[in-house]
């Protein structure tokens, strides 16, 4: 009876919705930004426990392969668009660290590539994005009222864990045609699913102490007909997961998943500017957007306190990221190797942050600053002199496209 009311359901929404045969295949469209928010009423063994709202946001960027045999002539990655993506929660970040009142994030990364069909296959897993491979789309034309199967996958946490268990998902679609959304020509797709995880499928790198999922979904998909972009993604969700130690934990409610895109910026008058400045600022046009230098940044020793001398050239960095309003720009930290690496990372990232905090107290307005902090990683200079240890000591700011 349910499925017959989700069919029935289908042509009502799908109505009078009609268009010819159309390509649902992703084409890919530079950076975007992506949100995804839960509302879901949360049950502890049968106990209403509260409403839980949790809102993950991300910047994900057009990236370079990690190697050259994804690109090999007859791979089966050879079409595939390659993503490098910047995660955090923001009601976490905002609760343990104050720079995040600022716009200013810490994030995890996440390096992914998607194929024409939708089918996204990680290569760097931190947990981010949730939703795999959904939608995926059939290599065929479609027309409306056309369903088809599609497997994906969901990484779950639902104690907050910090440990994330891989959950298959297999989706039963349906075409509903063609629409207007936010001035933009898009496609209509519904896509249905059970939940279900138990002794048959267990992700051993998951929680050990989950042992069983179920539940449905049930989701509204806006796709952006230019190139078969997940606009809006709101899927309604009645699942329950079961622990070793009796717990039954279920959440009932609504999983959105929002894509945005940058605004857009005047490049040729960036690279103008930076390459009028005597600051020592470097300019160039990477995959993720324009990437500003700041080679032999000077801090205090073991600090992330910026010499005095240092003020002309971050009030010249300032104004040239001022000509990106609104921007969302990608901090990254580096070091010159000492030998410890762990050290390293944690100054590089103190570093990024605090320069992302002397670019927002000099009036750049950001949707947001994401921090990275590399180490010694990717060092531009052999670490053997003094002068390449100088140049390795650096801060760079992407501004994301």
Not at 43 to 57: A, P
Not at 124 to 140: A, E, L, M
Not at 198 to 211: A, E, P, Q, R, T
Not at 280 to 287: A, C, L, Q, R, S
Request: charged content about 30%; hydrophobic content about 35%.
């Amino acid at each position: 009876m349910k499925r017959n009311f989700f069919w029935i359901f289908i042509f009502i929404f799908c109505g009078n919705v009609f268009c010819e045969k159309v390509d649902l295949s992703y084409k890919g469209g530079g950076g975007y930004s992506l949100v995804e928010r839960t509302d879901l009423r949360r049950y502890v063994n049968g106990k209403y426990t509260g409403l839980t709202s949790r809102e993950i946001r991300s910047f994900v960027s057009p990236a370079f392969p990690p190697s050259k045999k994804f690109l090999a002539k007859g791979s089966i990655y050879e079409k595939d668009i390659w993503f490098d993506g910047s995660f955090y929660v923001i009601e976490q970040t905002l609760r343990n660290n104050q720079d995040s009142f600022a716009g200013i994030h810490d994030c995890v990364q996440s390096v992914f590539h998607i194929s024409p069909a939708g089918k996204l296959t990680m290569y760097k897993d931190n947990g981010y994005p949730s939703f795999r491979s959904f939608p995926t789309v059939p290599k065929n034309f479609v027309e409306t009222g056309d369903s088809w199967i599609g497997e994906g996958e969901r990484a779950v946490d639902p104690l907050n864990k910090g440990i994330f268990t891989r959950i298959p998902m297999l989706v039963e679609y349906v075409f509903c045609g063609e629409d207007v959304y936010k001035g933009e020509n898009v496609f209509l797709v519904k896509g249905k699913w059970q939940t279900k995880y138990d002794g048959n499928c267990v992700d051993f790198k998951g929680d050990s102490s989950l042992i069983e999922a179920k539940g449905r979904h049930e989701a509204d998909i806006i796709i952006k007909k230019k190139n078969g972009v997940p606009l809006l993604i709101s899927d309604r969700v009645d699942e329950t997961f079961f622990y070793a130690d009796g717990t039954a934990v279920s959440f009932k409610g609504t999983i959105s998943n929002f894509t945005d895109f940058p605004p857009a910026v005047d490049e040729n008058a960036i690279f103008k500017r930076a390459g009028n400045t005597y600051c020592g600022v470097d300019v160039e046009k990477t995959p993720a957007g324009i990437k500003l230098s700041l080679k032999n940044i000077r801090f205090l020793p073991d600090s992330d306190e910026v010499l005095e001398e240092e003020k002309e050239r971050l009030d010249e960095l300032a104004e040239i990221l001022k000509m990106a309003a609104e921007g969302t720009f990608l901090v990254e930290g580096y070091t010159a190797s000492t030998g410890k690496p762990e050290g390293e990372k944690i100054l590089s990232e103190k570093r990024a942050k605090k320069i992302a905090l002397e670019m927002k107290n000099r009036g750049v307005n950001a949707q947001a600053f994401i921090c990275r902090g590399w180490g010694s990683k990717n060092p531009v200079a052999s670490n053997e002199t003094e002068e390449g240890r100088s140049l390795n000591r650096r801060v760079e700011i992407t501004v994301l496209q």
